[in-house]
């Protein structure tokens, strides 16, 4: 089977390897899609922990396909079933997995950071994996692309449930990314007034395509969003970008009683981010942050998709096959278009 393997930083090799068989326990997955994601491309550039020349690993941690083979023991499944993979998975044992929280047990493994992931024709899913139920069955009005797109889906519901929309709040999302535009589709579907803000008016206006009703925010983003609520600041600001400077300023246009959710972190080079405490104090601000989505998050926002109230197929802007993997990678490298994706 092809496979896009990084052996370290900017060398990914799409190379000929055997179909990994699964063992007792475990099931193989024929990947169809496979989403190219921020964490891919700042892997490859500043390479991985663990991957080296005799380390490869396989990237890709967005990912759906057909179940091809089920190991020996592995019930409540079948082959071609079409399914997702939810990549995070904890120890299982400890309070923090006990409690539904895999995504963030010190032990934490996964799908293409960890363990070959799905820019593959095949993914061996591990026994821990499908008892924990990792691979969740896709809804026939799941497409493939929508399946892989799922995992990034998930990741900001955790900072939407985190942000307490309410109908009618006015929300704030900097960064006009796929993430910072999943962020206004999930404030929509709460019902919320949405801004965008983004320096680039490129992204804030193919934003606006795909969701009409998200207001874009161009020029200075305090004086246009105080105008915009008549002095009163956002209810809940989310940063969907590492920029420190976002930060610090999240907290100035938080409204009294505000949610300013930290999405997007920041290298750490540029930590620790110097915030005016006493506008929490006395706005009254929750401050939160949220990394990766718990299991049933993911499970979740399938629904959403499956059910119709949110569409993320139309993030996909462009469909590359495995041997074009680099390309695609320079793309995303270069912010081009939203979600490049690996079809198969
Ligand atoms: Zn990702
Ligand atoms: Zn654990």
């Known amino acids: 089977m092809l496979a ?46 663990g991957i080296d020349e005799n380390h490869p690993l396989v990237l890709g941690h967005e990912f759906s396909g057909i179940i091809e083979e089920l190991g ?29 929280n895999g995504h963030l047990c010190p032990d934490y493994r996964a799908f293409g950071i960890s363990l070959d ?19 969740c069955v896709l809804d026939d009005a799941v497409s493939f692309d929508s399946g892989a797109i799922n995992e ?24 006009a990314g796929p993430i910072g ?8 579907m709460a019902g919320a ?15 606006k395509k795909l969701y009409p009703k998200i207001n874009t925010i161009e020029g200075d983003l305090k004086t246009e969003l105080l105008k915009e609520t008549n002095g009163y600041g956002a209810d809940a600001i989310i940063t969907a970008c590492p920029v420190p400077q976002v930060q610090s300023l999240a907290v100035e ?42 299991l049933i998050q993911y499970r979740k926002t399938l629904n959403y998709i499956s059910s119709g109230v949110l569409d993320v197929e139309s993030l996909v802007s462009k469909r590359f096959k495995i041997a074009d993997f680099n390309e695609a990678v320079e793309l995303a490298t270069k912010a081009v278009g939203l979600k490049n994706v690996i079809v198969f």
Not at 74 to 97: E, F, H, L, S, W
Not at 255 to 284: C, E, S, W
């Open 4 to 49: 896009a393997r990084m052996y370290g930083i900017n060398d990914v090799r799409v190379e000929d390897v055997p179909i990994p068989k699964p063992s007792a326990g475990e099931l193989l997955v024929k990947v169809k899609s496979a989403a190219i994601c921020g964490t891919d491309v700042r892997m490859i550039k500043n390479g991985a922990k």
């Open 72 to 100: 020996e023991g592995v019930t409540g499944y079948k082959v071609g079933q079409r399914v997702a993979i939810a990549p995070n998975m904890g120890c299982g044992i400890c309070d923090t997995c006990v409690a539904g």
């Open 117 to 135: 992931g799905g820019f593959a024709e095949y993914c061996l899913i591990t026994s821990d994996a499908v008892r924990s139920g990792n691979v």
């Open 152 to 175: 990034p889906l998930s990741c900001v519901c955790n900072g939407f449930e985190h942000a307490d929309i309410h109908p009618g709040d006015k929300v704030l999302v900097v960064g």
């Open 181 to 188: 535009i999943m962020h206004c589709a999930l404030a929509l």
């Open 193 to 207: 007034v949405v801004y965008l803000n983004d320096l680039s008016a490129e992204r804030l206006s193919d934003a």
């Open 253 to 294: 246009l938080a409204a009294l009683g505000g949610r300013v959710i930290m999405f997007g972190g920041i290298p750490a080079d540029k930590t620790p981010v110097g915030i005016n405490t006493n506008l929490i104090h006395y706005k009254q601000l929750i401050i939160s942050g949220t990394t990766r989505a718990s």
